[in-house]
């Protein structure tokens, strides 16, 4: 929030893993951790995980691919369209979601 503060119209994005277990065992895998620093940070986490919805967008990181995908997408919308959120979802509708309910979700 600092960044929001020093920069009002800065594009934040919250990096979210795709299940708590997943977070874990991504802490748990820095060898160089003790006990006690894997604690801290998962304590860390869970009190970063509560301001997630400050962002302006948050992005589930379950692979590299998809994520650079979808933070492509996120840019490409800033910066083509005022209604940066509206962009992202046309984007992320027409390259993620294969399915007849795509017509239905852009008609809301």
Same mark, same amino acid.
């Given at each position: 929030?600092?960044?929001? %503060?020093?920069?009002? *119209?800065?594009? #934040? /994005? ?12 991504? &802490? ?23 301001? %997630?919805?400050?962002? *302006?967008?948050? #992005? /589930? ?12 997408? &996120? ?27 795509? *017509? ?5």
């Amino acid at each position: 929030m600092k960044v929001r %503060a020093m920069c009002p *119209d800065a594009t #934040l /994005i919250f990096l979210l893993p795709p299940t708590w277990a997943e977070l874990e065992e991504r &802490i748990k895998s820095h060898d160089s951790l003790s006990e006690k620093d894997v604690e801290d940070r998962l304590y860390a986490a869970q009190e970063e995980i509560m301001c %997630a919805e400050q962002y *302006d967008y948050i #992005l /589930i990181n379950d692979t590299v691919e998809k994520t650079v995908r979808r933070l492509g997408q &996120i840019i490409h919308g800033n910066r083509y369209s005022s209604n940066s959120m509206k962009a992202f979802m046309e984007s992320y509708l027409e390259s993620e979601i294969q399915s007849d309910m795509v *017509d239905v979700i852009r008609s809301l």
